[in-house]
């Protein structure tokens, strides 16, 4: 074998090799683009659907995005159900009740409607919102900033837009706490086992060092079940689940007929769930 | 060059034993955290970062204040500092060893950090921070010793290493503007959503980190007989002046932006740290006293550094006024800057952060080892310079 060919060989084989490679990394990136286009749009489809036409954006409704409607109304006028959902949820998820304040962990819980929207103070605020309280949890943002933050995915964003945790990738490094405007996370200060009550067995408990949060009950969705809290409020309608990206959906049909609030939009987090006030 | 850390007289010794009990005390400390949770600290679900991370800022940006060194000698072929650059390298390795110890403190599945590179996510800053982190390390390490080495032989350096001194220029920069980027990019926390906060943190670094330098080098003509030279030592200041000045004239900014459009989110941490918070007819104001305690030390230390009389007259002046500017701005960003941030919370509650004891030993334990590092490295450093002249 001459030189000549011997170099011809080399040369020919190092671009075929680039060349495949150079495609590979091209339709990666081209994937990706396409995801993360597809993703916000997705996203626009679902809170603000006319916004999204308005910006060119196709609203894609392909595949599901969950949301939640809590209508405050009705937990005004039955006062019990907050604490039906908050317990409800907590039992499911076996979430622990610790003896110290500093350990807390909580998945939902009942507030005023100024610590849920701080962004919007009003000196005189009407009386049904000053003196009533309502539930509040993660928003499963289309745009988590607790996603972007996390440096080892074990928090992401699943395809039908629930935020989820992976308790055995979690380095407990709390970065996704931090980076939460709504303070919807608890971190495991320290082993919760003791301190969960009538166990569910059909759940995880957590361990020690790892961030938790609400999970849209992505475990019940997943067989057709409605979400704890929801199921706890009965037929009052009180919170209502669904689909967003299902223009015939019963959430979507409240969110046409309503004015809902969503908490500190302007971040541009896009959060999933809305209020009725 | 290691068997030179093995000889000393007894004060080296004892200075290395009282560090060494910290560590133990510490590592007793970390062992009940460890198989307890970080229950033992005094962060909760509201204050969820404490003394471990705001530590951890702080010495980053004393690692990255050694390129106020490096960056005159080797760009600007400053010669004075020829002598003491090594002591700018050498801080900065001791310095990023007790900021990963600080992450390996406040981890809560320690076991767990290398996921951090089995799944590497390029959209999270502190990926980033773990790879500027560990290069600038490498980089400092990987340049100090060779430097030294060629120094005891008495032969220039090799070329190849000039490739890694200027590259760790740039890291120097990284390391603190990634460590900014951290906290600087988290919608919803007012107080740090602010595009100064990386220039901040690398003008109060560009002060503390030579400060502390200063005073080592003080410390050094005394109990090592090694003199960094009155002419390295006053361009130091100098830089220490301008640094720590930069610094307070962002914090002014700060204050401008907040009060002056006084939007309640902007002024609301300002007014925690440096007044007390007032919230449902209680006021909140524990950081107070040290971020007052920030503001009296920058200005002793600013004085005694500027005035002739004291910078000039003896050392023990100029000594003092370093160590004033190295512990207002640890005050700053070591204890008011983090923990401020979580103030008040997302839904608008306060809830204040006391370190627990346990807490507070483990992070005394993890600046004895990093001085207990410091110390032989400088022991190594100043061995060879000796060797050198004799």
């Known amino acids: ?277 | 060059m290691f068997e030179k850390a093995l000889k000393g007289n007894n004060y080296y010794w004892m200075w290395l034993a009282f560090l060494g009990f910290f560590v133990a005390v510490a590592a007793v400390c970390y062992l009940r955290q460890y198989f307890t949770g970080l229950t033992l600290t005094g962060m909760s679900r509201d204050v969820s970062w404490g003394i471990y991370i705001s530590q951890f800022t702080f010495l980053v940006g004393v690692a990255a204040g050694g390129v106020m060194l490096v960056l005159p000698y080797y760009i600007h072929n400053f010669k004075a500092f020829g002598r003491i650059t090594i002591l700018g390298e050498f801080l900065a390795i001791a310095s990023l060893l007790m900021c990963m110890m600080f992450i390996m403190a406040d981890l809560g599945q320690p076991l767990r950090g290398l996921n951090v590179l089995f799944y590497p996510t390029p959209n999270s800053m502190l990926f980033w921070d773990m790879c500027v982190l560990w290069g600038y390390l490498i980089l400092n390490a990987l340049c100090g010793w060779v430097i030294l080495t060629a120094e005891r032989k008495q032969q220039h350096p090799p070329k190849w290493i000039y490739f890694f001194v200027y590259l760790s220029i740039p890291f120097a920069f990284s390391i603190h503007t990634v460590t900014a980027m951290l906290y600087c990019g988290l919608p919803g926390r007012h107080f740090w959503l602010s595009a100064i906060v990386a220039p901040r943190f690398l003008a109060s670094a560009f002060a503390a980190g030579p400060a502390l330098i200063v005073v080592m080098a003080l410390i050094l003509k005394r109990v090592a007989n090694f003199d960094a030279g009155r002419e390295a030592i006053n361009k130091m200041v100098t830089i220490i002046i301008y640094a720590a000045i930069a610094n307070m004239f962002f914090v002014g900014l700060e204050f401008f932006v907040g009060f002056y459009s006084d939007i309640p989110g902007h002024k609301h941490t300002l007014q925690y740290l440096f007044f007390g918070l007032e919230h449902h007819g209680h006021v909140y104001n524990n950081l107070v006293p040290f971020m007052w305690g920030f503001v009296a030390l920058f200005c002793v230390g600013l004085t005694l550094l500027a005035y002739p009389a004291t910078r000039k007259g003896n050392d023990l002046w100029l000594g003092l006024g370093a160590a004033s500017i190295f512990f207002a701005f640890w005050l700053d960003k070591g204890i008011g800057f983090v923990l401020g941030g979580f103030v008040p919370t997302p839904v608008d509650e306060i809830v204040e952060y006391y370190p627990t004891a346990n807490e507070l030993l483990i992070t005394i334990g993890v600046w004895a080892a990093g001085f207990f590092i410091l110390t032989i490295l400088y022991k190594i450093a100043i061995g060879v310079e000796h060797e050198i002249e004799a």
């Open chain 1, 1 to 277: 074998m001459d030189n000549k060919r011997r170099d011809f060989l080399k040369v020919a084989g190092i671009s075929t090799l680039a060349g495949l490679g150079g495609t590979a990394v091209i339709d990666r990136i081209v994937n990706a683009a396409n995801v993360a286009h597809a993703s916000s749009s997705a996203g626009q489809a679902g809170g603000h659907a006319t916004d999204a036409t308005a910006h060119g954006g196709p609203p894609t409704a392909s595949g599901n995005r969950y949301g939640m409607v809590v209508d405050v109304r009705k937990f005004r006028q039955d006062p019990s159900l907050g604490e039906k959902a908050v317990a409800a949820c907590h039992r499911v998820h076996n979430v622990p009740e610790f003896p110290d304040k500093k350990d807390e962990i909580k998945w939902i819980w009942m507030t005023e409607f100024n610590n849920a929207f701080p962004e919007k103070p009003n000196l005189y605020l009407d009386e049904a919102a000053s003196n009533n309280t309502l539930p509040i949890f993660c928003n499963h943002c289309d745009n988590p900033p607790c996603v972007r933050a996390c440096p080892t995915k074990a928090t992401f964003k699943n395809k039908d837009g629930v935020i989820i945790m992976d308790y055995h990738r979690c380095i407990g490094c709390r970065f996704c706490m931090a980076a939460c405007p709504y303070g919807s996370r608890s971190f495991n200060w320290r082993n919760p086992e003791e301190f969960v009550k009538n166990l569910n067995k059909d759940f995880p408990r957590r361990t020690r060092g790892v961030v938790e949060k609400c999970n849209f009950c992505a475990e019940r969705i997943g067989i057709g079940l409605q979400p704890a809290c929801v199921e706890a409020c009965g037929d009052s309608k009180a919170m209502v689940f669904g689909n967003l990206n299902d223009p015939h959906s019963e959430i979507r049909k409240l969110l046409k007929e309503n004015h809902t609030l969503q908490r500190n939009p302007s971040l541009g987090t896009l959060p999933s769930v809305f209020y009725i006030v």
